[in-house]
């Protein structure tokens, strides 16, 4: 049981050019998330999903696309690279949020991107 | 949407001694109440949560204590040891997880 994964765990780009970052979960969970983590302003979501096919903005999805073809695997696609986006970025997963009932994230290992 | 303040921002205790770190939400909706801990290099780990149903939850040297009404919750580390050095971060959700800024605290030996 591997939990949470991604990768690459590192890559540097230059402006202009695209990437993709893989995350997988072996744990069956409904929904992912994708989140960045700058200095002094905590972890702020990207994009989420909470199914397979699935995919809904979050607080900062501009220049990230994002696809859920498999349930287990969750892909986030920077098209054109800015230094803007330089940055650790953390996928999660979770069950369902239900009442009463665990819903804690779980965390990849991160991806650190570096943009020149 | 969800705005999470989280305070202080840095944090310096004596190890043996207690630790608090505060946070303040916005949304009267939000239900869930997360801590995370975070070592240099490594993924969030969540160390407590607590419910809105439920005004404090205990685990051994860590505990979490939620005002609804003033919508602030606290994270309360005692005896701390040179291991809880670490950044630590609330969240608050309702519809999905709004994270604090973060509070790095370090144990000074």
């Known amino acids: 049981n591997a939990g949470v994964t991604q990768t690459p765990k590192f890559r540097v780009l230059k402006t202009g050019q695209s990437m993709t970052l893989l995350c997988a979960q072996d744990m069956n969970h409904e929904y992912m998330y994708w989140y960045r983590q700058d200095p002094g302003m905590g972890l702020r979501l990207i994009h989420y999903?909470?199914?397979?096919?699935?995919?809904a903005k979050g607080e900062v999805p501009d220049g990230y696309n994002v696809s859920r073809l498999k349930k287990q695997n969750f892909l986030l696609g920077l098209e054109s690279a800015a230094p803007s986006q330089t940055s650790v970025y953390f996928c999660?997963?979770?069950?369902?949020?239900?009442?009463?009932?665990?819903?804690?994230?779980?965390f990849g290992p991160g991806t650190r991107l570096t943009v020149l | 949407g969800e705005n999470v303040e989280q305070h202080p921002s840095t944090l310096s205790v004596q190890e043996g001694d207690s630790a608090v770190i505060k946070c303040t939400y916005s949304?009267?909706?939000?239900?869930?109440f997360p801590w995370y801990k975070q070592e240099l290099g490594k993924r969030p780990q969540l160390i407590i949560d607590i419910r809105s149903n439920v005004g404090e939850k205990k685990d051994q040297r860590i505990a979490v204590t939620l005002n609804k009404t003033a919508k602030h919750f606290s994270l309360h580390i005692t005896e701390t040891q040179p291991e809880d050095s670490a950044v630590y971060f609330c969240a608050a959700r309702n519809e999905k997880l709004t994270f604090g800024t973060g509070t790095r605290l370090t144990i000074i030996p």
């Open positions: 999903s909470v199914g397979e096919g699935t995919t």
């Open positions: 949304d009267s909706a939000s239900n869930y």
């Open positions: 999660a997963s979770s069950p369902v949020p239900q009442r009463g009932v665990t819903d804690t994230q779980y």
